[in-house]
């Protein structure tokens, strides 16, 4: 009976559980952590973004980007390389020291004095620079290397003088075209004002008269521009005043001769009356020159048309 128990005792013990298996560890996706905050660690289970950044999240963040830590390496070397670079040179700010400044010249190829650059822009094709063109761009490469730093860099002042002249080229454009139709607008003004063969005898008159007077300037000055971009030769006002003088001398050539290269006509034509008349008391022979006489009553006439003239005025 005893071993009849034992046996129905051995026979109703449970088995003794075997132990579960372990549950294997997951890394973290670099995604997951970012949303949960969590340090991924790396393959080998070690946080090497938590271990690099600390309590700094910025820089936890920012290292998300890196896959692990031979990527992140070769960043860093790839930046220390080009920061180390003896051709690279930080470009000197306000607190820099002469010697910071002289070095980024140096490296750059910035001249020690303005006039020292050179200019490899060019001014468009038939443009010309004139006096003012050039002192303008002395000026401006003078502000500019007075500047220092990346302003006074050869390449910034060639693009300086290369948009100069850009902005001249399209300032002359504009200013030819203004005047062009400038002088259709007189043109048709005076066409109002001497209709018909009137116009062209009137216009006639006062470029006679004004090549007469102003000479061989005539061309630059009838070509002074205007702010509105008119020119003065197509001026309105001052083509009828010239039209007026031509009427009143052209027909008179002793006045035009007095009038020549801007000289007051009527103080002219009286000078020499004066000069002729003092001859009846230092040489009365000449005085009585049919030469003289002759001149003197071209003289006495001439004056007395151009005084007639203006009381008709």
Same mark, same amino acid.
């Given at each position: 009976? &005893? *071993?009849? &128990? +034992?046996?129905?005792?051995?026979?109703?013990?449970?088995?003794? &559980?075997?132990?579960?298996?372990?549950?294997?560890?997951?890394?973290?996706?670099?995604?997951?952590?970012?949303?949960?905050?969590?340090?991924?660690?790396?393959?080998?289970?070690y946080?090497?973004?938590? @271990?690099?950044?600390?309590? #700094?999240?910025?820089f936890?963040?920012? =290292?998300?980007? $890196?896959?692990?830590?031979?990527?992140f390496?070769?960043?860093?070397?790839?930046?220390?390389?080009? +920061?180390?670079?003896?051709?690279?040179?930080?470009?000197?700010? *306000?607190?820099?020291?002469?010697?910071?400044? &002289?070095?980024?010249?140096?490296? /750059?190829?910035?001249?020690?004095?303005?006039? @020292?650059?050179e200019?490899?822009?060019?001014?468009?094709?038939g443009?010309?620079?004139?006096?003012?063109?050039?002192?303008?761009?002395?000026?401006?490469?003078?502000?500019?290397h007075?500047?220092?730093?990346?302003?006074?860099?050869?390449a910034?002042?060639?693009?300086?003088?290369?948009?100069?002249? /850009? %902005?001249?080229?399209?300032?002359?454009?504009?200013?030819?075209?203004t005047?062009? /139709?400038?002088?259709?607008?007189?043109?048709?003004?005076l066409?109002? =004002?001497?209709?018909?063969?009137e116009?062209?005898?009137?216009?006639? $008159?006062?470029k006679?008269?004004?090549?007469?007077y102003?000479?061989?300037?005539?061309?630059?000055?009838?070509?002074?521009?205007?702010? #509105?971009?008119?020119?003065?030769? *197509?001026?309105?006002?001052?083509?009828?005043a010239?039209? /007026?003088?031509?009427?009143?001398?052209? %027909?008179?050539?002793i006045? =035009?001769?007095?009038?020549?290269?801007?000289?007051?006509?009527? @103080?002219?034509?009286?000078?020499e009356?004066?000069g002729? =008349?003092?001859?009846?008391?230092?040489?009365?022979?000449?005085?009585?020159?049919?030469?003289? !006489?002759?001149?003197?009553?071209?003289?006495?006439?001439?004056? !007395?048309?151009?005084?007639?003239?203006?009381?008709?005025?």
């Amino acid at each position: 009976m &005893a *071993d009849e &128990a +034992a046996e129905t005792v051995v026979a109703e013990a449970p088995a003794k &559980a075997a132990p579960a298996p372990k549950a294997e560890a997951k890394a973290v996706p670099a995604k997951a952590e970012a949303a949960t905050g969590e340090s991924a660690p790396s393959d080998s289970g070690y946080d090497w973004r938590g @271990k690099l950044a600390g309590e #700094d999240a910025k820089f936890r963040k920012e =290292l998300d980007r $890196f896959t692990d830590e031979g990527s992140f390496a070769k960043a860093y070397k790839d930046v220390r390389s080009k +920061a180390t670079d003896p051709r690279r040179v930080s470009i000197p700010g *306000d607190d820099a020291t002469d010697e910071d400044r &002289a070095a980024y010249a140096k490296a /750059r190829g910035i001249p020690e004095s303005p006039d @020292k650059y050179e200019i490899k822009a060019k001014p468009p094709q038939g443009y010309e620079p004139n006096e003012t063109d050039k002192e303008r761009l002395t000026d401006i490469t003078a502000f500019l290397h007075g500047k220092g730093g990346v302003y006074a860099d050869p390449a910034v002042i060639n693009a300086a003088h290369e948009l100069y002249y /850009r %902005e001249a080229e399209t300032a002359v454009a504009y200013a030819l075209a203004t005047a062009a /139709r400038q002088a259709e607008l007189t043109n048709e003004a005076l066409g109002k =004002l001497w209709p018909g063969p009137e116009k062209n005898r009137n216009v006639g $008159f006062a470029k006679a008269a004004a090549a007469h007077y102003f000479g061989k300037e005539w061309g630059d000055i009838a070509d002074m521009q205007f702010s #509105d971009g008119s020119l003065l030769g *197509d001026n309105v006002q001052f083509i009828k005043a010239m039209a /007026r003088i031509g009427r009143e001398t052209m %027909e008179d050539p002793i006045f =035009l001769e007095a009038g020549r290269n801007g000289a007051d006509a009527s @103080k002219s034509i009286q000078s020499e009356l004066d000069g002729l =008349l003092a001859l009846r008391a230092s040489n009365r022979g000449k005085y009585n020159s049919p030469e003289t !006489q002759k001149r003197l009553a071209e003289l006495y006439d001439a004056k !007395q048309r151009h005084e007639d003239r203006s009381a008709s005025h």
